[in-house]
């Protein structure tokens, strides 16, 4: 009998514009991961669970008010269909209003088996659905996009890239900013000298152990100038 093979981590996307995150999943390391199947992506079109012939999935506002919401009906058909096929470690909502994303957040998350992200749009979702399906809501930042796809793909590009496997140098996502709580020191790479602009000579020493005390006094340096608020934050990473 064949072995059935293990995927580290499958991911839902729920939309109402299904191209528009499409793309970010066809390029580069991400791409990589979905092929060398470390990570299987499914996005679903909401409008597949409207329940009348229009597609609709949204509503006008109970109380008035200008914009519109995303109906309960639709995203619940959605989210019990999928639920039939596997039991799901979370179901994330995009929302600006939702916890601020970071690179612990994109440590933990990339520690699940599966999830369910729901994009929201318009003036967002029915709140029954928060209240009864969402087990997290994040948000990429303190702004407001027009959907929640961008947001869903930024997640998904944090969390994806730290899957074991997924980078072929395997320390290489473990030295990203941030990783340590630090922003990474300046990085060169050949010329060496570009009309007069010259790449640090340490760099070019080949002693191994001088680089690393220098890179990472670099990465102090920057950190304290651009984000302090980065040496407040004692939280493990
Ligand atoms: N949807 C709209 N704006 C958002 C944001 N800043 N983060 C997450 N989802 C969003």
Known sequence: MKKKKHIPLHIDIITVLPKLIESPFEHSIVKRAIDKKLVKVNIINLRDYASDKYKHVD???YGGGAGMVMMIEPIAKCIEALKKKRTYDEIIYMSPDGELFDQKMANNISLL?????LCGHYKGVDERVREHFITKEISIGDYVLSGGELAAAVVCDAVIRLIP???SDETSALTDSFQDGLISPPAYTRP???KGMKVPDILLSGNTKNIEEWRHEKSLER????RP???KDTSPR
């Open 59 to 61: 509503d006008y506002m």
């Open 113 to 117: 088996k599966n999830f369910i992200i």
């Open 165 to 167: 496997g997924v980078i």
């Open 192 to 194: 060496a000298d570009f």
């Open 223 to 226: 950190t304290e100038k651009r």
């Open 229 to 231: 608020d980065l040496f």
